[in-house]
C-alpha cells in the first residue's frame, strides 16, 4: 500500500483512531515511523500507539508514492487495514 491510497481511503475517519498492525493473532501498537528510501517504516514496540492524526502529521514531508512497511528484518510490506472499534488494524 503507498501512503497516498492510506491518506485517501481513510481521509474521512476519525483521526483519533489508533494505529496498530495485526500479525498471527496479536496486536502491535504503531509507534513511530521511518523513512528509508521510498518506504516509509512503521515501528511497532511498548508505549502509546500513534493517532491517525499524529501519522499524518508525521507523514506530511514524505513522497506520497513511498510504499507502507512494517520495520522487521526483512521490513513487510503493508498491503491494507481494517476497522475495530477506536482502532485501524495494518495487516
Not at 497516498?4 to 481511503?9: A, P, V, W
Not at 511497532?44 to 528484518?73: C, W, Y
Amino acid at each position: 500500500m503507498r501512503l497516498i491510497d492510506f491518506n485517501l481511503s481513510t481521509i474521512d475517519l476519525h483521526p483519533g483512531l489508533e494505529l496498530y498492525w495485526e500479525h498471527a493473532g496479536s496486536r502491535e501498537p504503531v509507534v513511530d515511523l521511518q523513512t528509508s528510501a521510498e518506504q516509509l517504516r512503521l515501528l511497532t514496540g511498548n508505549g502509546h500507539p500513534l493517532t491517525l492524526d499524529q501519522f499524518r502529521t508525521r507523514s506530511q514531508q514524505v513522497n506520497q508514492q513511498a510504499s507502507l512497511f512494517i520495520e522487521q528484518t526483512p521490513p513487510q510490506r503493508l498491503y491494507g487495514y481494517r476497522l475495530v472499534p477506536n482502532q485501524i488494524l495494518l495487516g
